[in-house]
C-alpha cells in the first residue's frame, strides 16, 4: 500500500460480553487519530451501536466470529452449552471461510480480537493477519480440561489456528506471556467529556460520591435495587438496569444504551463497582478510580486480572456470591475512602495503532518483546 492511500483494515471481534470489542474500538479510535482516513470495517456479533458510538463510521457485518464460553451470569459459564455450540462451529464450513475471503480480498490487514474465524478467512484471502489477546480460547479451554475431556479437540484446533497469524500482539495483563510476541500496555477506549460535565449532565452534585456498577455486556439480574434507594453516603449508577433513565433516590439506573459514554463515566465516578473484565480493568486504570471487583471463580484470566489488580490499582476483592446477596453494598464506605489515584498507563492502542499502521505500509517482520 502506498502511504498516501486510506488503510484498509478488517476487524474480527468476539462478543464474549462486551470486552473484545471496548479494546477493539480502542485501537480503531488511535487508528482514527493517526490516520483520519482509516477505513475499518467489523465483523462480530456485538451491537453496531457500540463500535459506532464509540469509533464513528465503521463497514459493519454481523458475524458470530467465534464461540468463547456460554454464559448462564456474568459469574457462571455452562461448558456443555458451550461444547454443543462448538460442535456446531467448528471446523469452519469452507463455504463461508470461502465467501469471507472473497470479501476481505481488497484489505490491507486483518486484527483478530480473538476470534479464529478471522484468522483462517485471512489465511485463505492471503491477506496479512494481527492477533490481538491478553488471552486465547485454547487456552481458556484448557483451564476445563480435567472436568471437560470433550474440550480436548477444541484446545488443539484453536491453537493451531492462532499459530497462523502473521504478528501476535499481546495486551497487558497478559495470561500467557509469548516472548514472540509484541506486549503492550493496557488499553482503553478514550476519554472524551469532562468529568464535572458528565456528572453534570447526570445531574450528581460535584461533592457527592458516585458509584458506578457494571457488569460488562454480560445480562445482569439486580435483586439488591431496594437496598441503594436509602443510601445517604453515595449515589449509585447503573448502567443496564432499567428500559429508560430514572432516578430514586441515591439509586440512578439507566438503559444498557444510553448517550453516556461508558469510559466516561467511569472517569465521572468515584469507586466502581464490577466484574472483573478486561475492558472494565483498563477504563477504572485509565481514570484512577478505586473498585471492587467480583472474581470470576472458574474463569482461568480471574487470577491474572485480579493479580494485576493487587499490585496495581486501588480496589478490594469481593466474593462472587456477594453480588447476589447483596452484601458488597457493605463495602462502599471503605470503598470510597480508598480515593482516585493518578490515571494509570493504557498506552496500548496507540501501541498497536503504530504497529498495524507500520505493517501495512512496510510490512515488516513480527516483533517481539514490549513496545517501547
Not at 53 to 59: L, M, P, T
Not at 81 to 106: G, K, M, S
Not at 229 to 235: A, L, P, Y
Request: hydrophobic letters at 45%; proline letters at 10%; glycine letters at 6%.
Amino acid at each position: 500500500m502506498q502511504d498516501t492511500e486510506p488503510p484498509r483494515i478488517a476487524f474480527f471481534v468476539s462478543s464474549h460480553g462486551f470486552g473484545h470489542a471496548a479494546r477493539a474500538c480502542a485501537v480503531m479510535q488511535s487508528l482514527r487519530r493517526l490516520r483520519p482516513d482509516s477505513e475499518l470495517r467489523v465483523y462480530t456479533e456485538t451491537p453496531a451501536w457500540f463500535f459506532r458510538d464509540s469509533v464513528g463510521a465503521v463497514d459493519y457485518r454481523p458475524l458470530r466470529t467465534d464461540i468463547g464460553l456460554v454464559q448462564r451470569s456474568p459469574m457462571l459459564e455452562d461448558i456443555p452449552a458451550t461444547l454443543e455450540q462448538l460442535a456446531a462451529f467448528l471446523p469452519f464450513r469452507p463455504a463461508l471461510v470461502n465467501e469471507l475471503a472473497r470479501q476481505i480480498a481488497d484489505q490491507d490487514l486483518v486484527v483478530c480480537d480473538i476470534s479464529p474465524l478471522g484468522l483462517v478467512v485471512a489465511a485463505a484471502a492471503g491477506v496479512p493477519s494481527v492477533l490481538l489477546e491478553n488471552f486465547t480460547w485454547d487456552w481458556i479451554y484448557r483451564a476445563y480440561l480435567g472436568a471437560h475431556p470433550r474440550l480436548a479437540p477444541y484446545v488443539d484446533a484453536m491453537a493451531t489456528i492462532n499459530s497462523r497469524a502473521d504478528v501476535h500482539v499481546q495486551t497487558e495483563p497478559v495470561c500467557r506471556p509469548d516472548p514472540a510476541a509484541m506486549t503492550v500496555a493496557p488499553i482503553a477506549r478514550q476519554l472524551r467529556e469532562p468529568r464535572s460535565a458528565v456528572r453534570d449532565r447526570l445531574g450528581v452534585e460535584p461533592d457527592v460520591p458516585l458509584v458506578l456498577v457494571s457488569m460488562g455486556g454480560v445480562p445482569a439480574q439486580y435483586p439488591f435495587l431496594a437496598r441503594l434507594r436509602d443510601r445517604q453516603d453515595c449515589v449509585c449508577l447503573l448502567p443496564g438496569a432499567a428500559t429508560e433513565r430514572r432516578r430514586e433516590g441515591a439509586l440512578l439506573a439507566l438503559p444498557a444504551r444510553s448517550d453516556f459514554y461508558h469510559p466516561d463515566l467511569v472517569n465521572a465516578c468515584d469507586a466502581l463497582v464490577c466484574k472483573a473484565g478486561y475492558s472494565t480493568l483498563a477504563e477504572a486504570r485509565q481514570a484512577g478510580v478505586p473498585l471492587a471487583w467480583f472474581p470470576r471463580e472458574h474463569f482461568p484470566e480471574s487470577p491474572v486480572l485480579d493479580a494485576f489488580i493487587e499490585r496495581e490499582m486501588p480496589g478490594i476483592r469481593l466474593q462472587p456470591s456477594d453480588w447476589d446477596e447483596g452484601a458488597w453494598i457493605d463495602r462502599l464506605p471503605p470503598l470510597l475512602a480508598l480515593g482516585r489515584r493518578p490515571p494509570g498507563d493504557t498506552s496500548g492502542a496507540d501501541q498497536v495503532a503504530r504497529l498495524l499502521l507500520q505493517q501495512i505500509v512496510g510490512g515488516s517482520s513480527n516483533p517481539a518483546g514490549p513496545a517501547g
